[in-house]
């Protein structure tokens, strides 16, 4: 089930559920306890260190979740996080190797230096 990566990125359906969970005001452990799994498969698949549920388990969360298969597929297709630019930027630097990150600094410092 597990996604093991020194890169890792989550699912569309695993940042959905999340979200959901937030919204529900849910903390993982109690989404858990509910579903039937461990908090720990809960903050890995929120993560993308681990599979989004399918089947039983999918029903299970949804279901503790307030909503069913049809309305979670339907708010996948038109799903958009409210993140910022920041907050996505940052999160892509802490997936990016030293390589990427230097690479991203000199389109940075150019671009910039354009604007000068």
């Not at 989550?10 to 039937?36: I, T």
Request: net charge positive; hydrophobic share 40%; glycine share 6%.
């Amino acid at each position: 089930m597990s996604l093991r990566t020194s890169k890792v990125l989550p699912s569309k359906e695993g940042r959905l559920l999340r979200k959901l969970r937030k919204d529900k005001k849910l903390s993982m452990r109690s989404l858990a306890q509910a579903v039937g799994v461990t908090d720990s498969y809960i903050a890995q698949m929120e993560t993308g260190r681990a599979n989004a549920p399918k089947g039983e388990t999918l029903y299970r969360m949804l279901m503790a979740l307030g909503t069913n298969e049809k309305a979670f597929k339907e708010r996948l297709r038109n799903f958009k996080e409210d993140r910022t630019d920041a907050e996505v930027i940052s999160d892509l630097l802490k997936r990016m190797n030293e390589s990427d990150i230097k690479m991203f600094r000199q389109m940075m410092e150019a671009k910039l230096a354009v604007g000068k």
